[in-house]
């Protein structure tokens, strides 16, 4: 689960698009009976099913607009991965409700993590919105949207054991036209304590594997060049039909085998399930990428312990040191908490410590947040000051960005394959794009016939702590 994101000098990253306003869209608006707009916060898996939704609502008449006074539908989809994330929702919705009064059909909804959790408070206490619908109800939407458009309230979130959404077609949002995210399954049965993931998106399944390479291979044909899989735990990916078994291995191969010219990535890791089968079909294939998410939230085996993370800090060293054994080069990225019940000082510095170990290439840092319902909640008491989980936060940052300075550095000199994504936002004589192992590149284009979704060597002369500089080779 990625939440949060620290970079230095770029707060908001494309794999974890905290708060960030999503609005479309590659279509045109005016072809369709009635317009939607949505925003997504959160995790990728948000924006994911964004997707899926929009293309619920294609199917029912909706064209998407940027322009949310416009809209007859409104939608938030909604993360509860910290109390923040809920009070830029709440904001959000106080806002709409003013354009709500100059447009008096338009219809509110709620959709994702937040649903199940504040249902009652967003329908009857504030009577912010219409619709309230749960991660795996969207298939309802249509019913939910007539409920309301007859003055009901469209409301359901019940979740699922089964649903997957494998057989519809996602509407890309937003897109570049060269990476998307596929999901590949939903849910996680691993109830990490701090976590409120399991309660509000239910049960771990598995999505059709045959309808996941499908979708790929869909997205090659039509010119996207990378493929992010997602799930909360992708390594616990586990698909069967009759005699056909198909783990997480076997997927990324499969993935793999569609084109060379096809990244694949894929997100997130539990360090628990990642086998020695995935590093090796990783390294293997050179169109997957050298790039591992691999949360480790903390340094301290007792704090580990009390998280519920099932590994200890000896354990998650090895695992890393398992990873730089197959794969020398991989990169890794992490998420750290700070401040969890009854971390001691000591605790502390042995996170620090470990960060200063494995060298991250990047980290997603955040102080701990509870959140109602989830087993820390229940159990331990929240008892660490704010000011202390604020400068231990500050401590780990500083060894971060220390970590980052010289990941980044260390690529100067080196010649990095970069897919290029777009056109710098800065400069329009130059390309942006990532190295296999997911930095930032960018270089001047230099009249040449390259363009998004060409890939390019690029030779890096330059780094900061979240972007690297280059030339074309
Ligand atoms: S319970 Fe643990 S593994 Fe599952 S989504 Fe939450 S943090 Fe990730």
Same mark, same amino acid.
């Given at each position: 689960?990625?939440?949060? @994101? ?69 939608? @938030? ?5 910290? #109390? ?58 249509? #019913? ?22 494998? !057989? ?57 060049? #990378? ?33 060379? @010219? ?43 312990? @009390? ?20 794969? &020398? ?27 200063? #170990? ?26 660490? &000051? ?50 296999? !192992? ?36």
């Amino acid at each position: 689960m990625q939440d949060v @994101l620290y970079r230095p000098d770029e707060k908001v990253h494309d794999e974890a698009r905290q708060g960030e306003a999503f609005a479309p869209f590659a279509s045109d608006p005016n072809q369709y009976r009635k317009k939607f707009y949505i925003e997504s916060y959160g995790c990728q898996m948000n924006f994911s099913d964004s997707e899926i939704v929009a293309s619920i609502l294609q199917g029912e008449g909706f064209g998407a607009t940027r322009n949310v006074e416009e809209a007859d539908l409104v939608l @938030l989809n909604t993360c509860s991965i910290r #109390e923040k994330a809920e009070q830029t929702v709440r904001h959000r919705l106080m806002h709409i409700k003013g354009y709500k009064k100059h447009r008096p059909g338009m219809l509110v909804g709620v959709l994702g993590c937040m649903a199940e959790r504040l249902k009652a408070k967003f329908l009857e206490e504030e009577k912010l919105v219409d619709l309230v619908i749960g991660p795996d109800a969207y298939r309802t939407l249509p #019913e939910l949207i007539q409920e309301a458009e007859s003055g009901q309230k469209g409301v359901n979130v019940l979740l699922s054991r089964e649903e997957t959404y494998a !057989d519809i077609a996602p509407v890309r949002l937003d897109t570049n036209g060269v990476s998307a995210f596929v999901s590949i399954m939903r849910g996680c049965n691993n109830m990490c304590s701090f976590c409120v993931v399991p309660f509000t998106r239910g049960r771990e399944r598995s999505r059709e594997v045959h309808s996941i390479v499908a979708e790929c291979q869909n997205l090659f044909d039509s010119g996207y060049r #990378e493929v992010t899989l997602l799930g909360q735990n992708v390594d616990s990916y586990h698909w069967y039909a009759g005699d056909e078994t198909v783990d997480f291995a076997g997927l990324l191969e499969r993935v793999a085998l569609i084109s060379p @010219l096809l990244r694949v990535r894929f997100s997130t890791s539990h360090p628990k399930d990642i086998t020695d089968a995935v590093l090796h079909t990783m390294a293997r294939y050179d169109n997957i990428c050298k790039y591992l998410h691999l949360p480790v939230q903390s340094g301290n085996t007792r704090v580990l312990q @009390l998280m519920n993370r099932t590994y200890t800090r000896e354990w998650y060293l090895n695992k890393v040191r398992r990873i730089r054994e197959i794969m &020398p080069g991989c990169a890794l990225s992490t998420d750290v908490i700070t401040g969890f019940c009854t971390e001691t000082e000591a605790e502390h510095q042995d996170t620090l410590n470990l960060m200063r #170990e494995v060298g991250y290439d990047l980290a997603y840092m955040f102080s701990y947040s509870e959140r109602p319902g989830t087993l820390a909640a229940r159990r331990f008491a929240d008892d660490i &000051p704010e000011d202390v989980k604020q400068r231990r936060l500050e401590e780990i940052i500083v060894i971060q960005n220390e970590n980052s300075r010289q990941r980044y550095q260390a690529q100067i000199g080196k010649v990095v394959t970069v897919l290029i994504e777009n056109t710098s936002k800065r400069r329009a004589d130059e390309w942006t794009g990532r190295s296999d !192992d997911n930095k930032r590149v960018v270089f001047a284009k230099n009249e040449t016939d390259l363009k998004p979704g060409s890939y390019a060597q690029v030779r890096i002369t330059d780094a900061t702590q979240a972007t690297l500089r280059g030339v074309l080779v």
